[in-house]
């Protein structure tokens, strides 16, 4: 009796493992969700679902609006902004640009790459995408792009510029400084909702000490030493 006891309750475990994996299906069941990388947890396709629909599912914006402790490096060297791809090092016009890409599943809260004075907090549109920007790598893959710019004053390195970037669907940037503002080396400064761009801008004179293809995270990776030549 016992056996045939424990042989109805496993078919009835299979049954509803079964029922779970075709009510979730083509995505993980919840049954083995816990064990997979984020990546595979909550797949891209589900997240573009999730953003038309205006509806998340709990856990995946816990793992989004993670905002884990960091420790930066000691030394003066620009640290990397933003967790994510470094996917372009051009210069432009006497600036580099530094772009990190950002993927659903990375970690979203931006930090300051250097010791220095908010000087600006701007608010671009998608004036970028009609005219003079248009050849910028970091803009052409997206519609309507929604920019935070903060220019950051310092002593070694002069002006330099964090862009945050994000398409006109996801749109919400938050910024948590303002002009004048004195802010600390890994400092949190701000937040971009889902996928998204963050670029660096700084001088071209400044060795760099990551390149494409490298991943960094923010307040953490040195991406950038020296100071600006005369």
């Known amino acids: 009796m016992t056996v045939l006891v424990l042989q109805i309750v496993i078919l009835c475990l299979v ?8 009510l979730y299906f083509p ?6 969700r816990r064990w997979l990388s984020p990546r595979k947890r909550w797949p891209e396709m589900q997240i573009r679902t999730w953003l038309k629909r205006g509806k998340f599912q709990r856990a995946f914006l816990r793992h989004f609006y993670s905002d884990p402790e960091r420790i930066a490096p000691p030394g003066n060297s ?5 967790d994510g791809l470094v996917t372009s090092a051009q210069v432009h016009d006497g600036v580099r640009y ?25 608010s671009h549109g998608d004036g970028f995408m009609d005219g003079e920007g248009r050849e910028f790598a ?4 997206k519609s309507c792009p929604v920019q935070k710019r903060l220019v950051i004053a310092t002593d070694a390195a002069g002006q330099i510029a964090v862009r945050l970037i994000t398409s006109l669907a996801a749109r919400r940037i938050e910024t948590w ?14 937040r971009i909702l889902l996928g998204s761009t963050v670029v660096l801008e700084l001088p071209p004179s400044m060795s760099l000490l990551v390149r494409p293809g490298d991943r960094v995270w923010a307040g953490e990776t040195a991406v950038a030493e020296g100071v600006v030549r005369p």
């Not at 620009?78 to 933003?82: F, V």
């Open 78 to 82: 620009m640290l990397a902004p933003a």
């Open 98 to 122: 530094l772009v990190i890409a950002l993927s659903f599943w990375d970690m979203h809260v931006q930090r300051s790459p250097v010791a220095g004075r908010v000087l600006d907090v701007a």
């Open 15 to 22: 049954a509803a493992a079964i029922v779970l994996w075709a």
């Open 177 to 190: 400084v303002r002009a004048g503002e004195q802010i600390e080396r890994g400092q949190r400064i701000g």
């Open 27 to 32: 995505y993980p069941s919840p049954l083995i």
């Open 138 to 141: 970091f803009l052409r893959e």
